[in-house]
């Protein structure tokens, strides 16, 4: 309860100090006498509210201090404290030229007969500024994001910098790695008319390259007193710099100086690692489609300078056996292209499972569901698949079914013996193990590299399929000895339905 110096058993302190006090915490007093229906607040207290005078004013002269659109609820949240001798806290924003809010605080007084408030008011102007700043740097990083160049990320900062921290000179330099140097991506409007021609740091040169190279923000008062300064006379005295990673750097400044308060700094920091992540996910989304750019190419060399001339080989053996040529040599003939073909087959899947997830295929899968699915297409008289316990994972199902294929005829095809493959959950994932030969400790890194093989005739590509479909879905993937002596394959990483849930 803030108490007045009237009720003040002992010698209040003295006015001067009583003030002093007030200016020191930013907190102002009022106390209003539903009797006399007049409000007094301390010198603060008027300051912060910007009434006119401390001296007793009326409830509707208090409220005509506060915004036009919020009016009406301040009379209705003071006059229910009134009506029901209650407390009441709230935030409300002040009639003025800039936009100011305060904290206001009352609780009524423990005494008979009228009611009578106490309480304090407190300006929250540089809190709200700074929330309303945080909400909008979220909504630029969400814009930063869905840009698709830098060009376009540099621009929504240089945006961001002026409309939300009122950083009117800022601009954005990306390191251009031919020329060695930090080239102009973005400046704002009032950035150009200040500097005219916007320079390109080459390497060494001012705070732009030495915040760039050694990857720390620089802060300055005065930048013109800095030694890395790359022009003595810049406009320029506040200035901050932000390393944009491998990127490039962000900077802002002032025509006067101590401009830069830590909150500034700090948002603006923010507002540089947000644009250095949207410039890595522009990265990898441009390596991303290179990559399956050569995956596409790679397929269609296969597909057709490969297949074509296959099956015109094909029919030249098929003509060739009618006209009475030797069966072995025709049987080594097309052995040959079987394996050619196989080999096809293999390097296409190969090419589309390494290409991009779609996130719309993704799906709940059981485990059970799609591997009975891919045991139809593998599976041998001496072979058995036993799952041993059931679970749905979120996955590509035409990949997944891909990835258990392989496995379970790599199982199949290494085992001289009838063999049982089994399949079950894991924490966070799955496994498939078999009870056949296993695989030689020495040689678990190798076999999913391309052309590994354990077997004549083999492509050497099934398990390397098998990783490039793990890879796509992020999950992990190790290779050890089961309990009986065979392979165990590990998938952990993987997003099973009770995570979802």
């Known amino acids: 309860m803030i108490t007045t110096m009237d009720d003040f058993q002992s010698d209040p302190p003295e006015p001067a100090l009583f003030a002093s006090v007030e200016r020191l915490v930013g907190v102002g007093g009022w106390s209003y006498d539903s009797e006399s229906e007049t409000l007094s607040a301390t010198p603060e207290a008027a300051r912060i509210s910007g009434c006119d005078s401390p001296a007793a004013m009326t409830l509707d002269e208090v409220i005509n201090c506060f915004d036009p659109g919020v009016r009406s609820t301040v009379r209705q949240v003071i ?115 200040t500097f005219g021609t916007v320079p390109t740091f080459e390497a060494g040169e001012g705070v732009a390259w030495e915040a760039f190279e050694t990857g720390v923000s620089r802060v300055f008062d005065n930048v013109r007193a800095a030694e890395a300064v790359y022009n003595d006379d810049t406009a320029v005295c506040s200035e901050i710099v932000v390393p944009l990673g491998d990127h490039g750097v962000f900077l802002a400044g002032a025509l006067t100086p101590d401009v830069l308060d830590e909150r500034t700094i700090s948002l603006a920091k923010l507002l540089g690692a947000a644009v250095e992540t949207a410039l890595d996910q522009l990265t990898q989304r441009r390596r991303l489609r290179r990559q399956n750019e050569r995956l596409e190419s790679f397929a269609g060399i296969v597909s057709h300078d490969l297949r074509n001339p296959l099956a015109v080989a094909k029919s030249g053996m098929e003509v060739a056996r009618a006209q009475g040529a030797e069966a072995d040599a025709l049987e080594q003939v097309e052995t040959a292209h079987d394996r050619i073909e196989t080999l096809i087959d293999d390097l296409l899947t190969l090419a589309e499972t390494g290409q991009d997830l779609d996130p719309d295929a993704l799906e709940p899968i059981a485990l059970s569901t799609v591997a009975e699915a891919a045991w139809t297409t593998v599976a041998a008289d001496a072979a058995t698949l036993v799952v041993v316990d059931d679970g749905a994972v979120i996955a590509d199902a035409s990949r997944l079914r891909q990835l258990l294929e392989n496995l379970c005829a790599n199982s199949i095809e290494h085992s001289h013996n009838p063999v049982t493959v089994r399949i079950g959950t894991l924490p966070d994932g799955f496994y498939v193990e078999d009870d056949g030969p296993g695989i030689d400790p020495a040689d678990r890194d190798a076999v999913f590299e391309s052309g590994h093989s354990g077997r004549e005739g083999g492509t050497g590509l099934g398990l390397q399929i098998v990783r490039t479909i793990a890879d796509a879905h992020g999950w992990a993937i190790s290779l050890d000895e089961s309990d009986d002596g065979g392979a165990r394959f590990a998938f952990t990483g993987v997003d099973r339905v009770s995570d979802h849930n």
Do not use: C, K
């Not at 229910?80 to 009441?88: G, H, Q, V």
């Not at 030229?97 to 929250?124: N, Q």
């Not at 969400?142 to 910098?161: G, I, K, S």
């Open 79 to 193: 006059g229910d404290a009134i009506e029901t001798a209650t407390a009441f806290e709230g935030e409300w924003q002040l009639d003025s030229e800039e936009p100011r809010w305060v904290r206001l605080y009352g609780e009524p007084a423990d005494t008979d007969g009228p009611v009578r408030l106490y309480g304090a008011i407190e300006e929250v102007t540089d809190r709200r500024r700074h929330e309303s700043r945080l909400n909008a740097l979220f909504d630029t990083n969400r814009r930063l994001l869905d840009a698709e160049t830098p060009a376009a990320v540099a621009e929504v900062a240089v945006e961001a910098a002026a409309d939300v921290f009122g950083l009117s000179l800022s601009g954005v330099h990306l390191y251009n790695p031919t020329a060695d140097a930090l080239e102009p991506a973005a400046m704002t409007d009032a950035a150009r008319e």
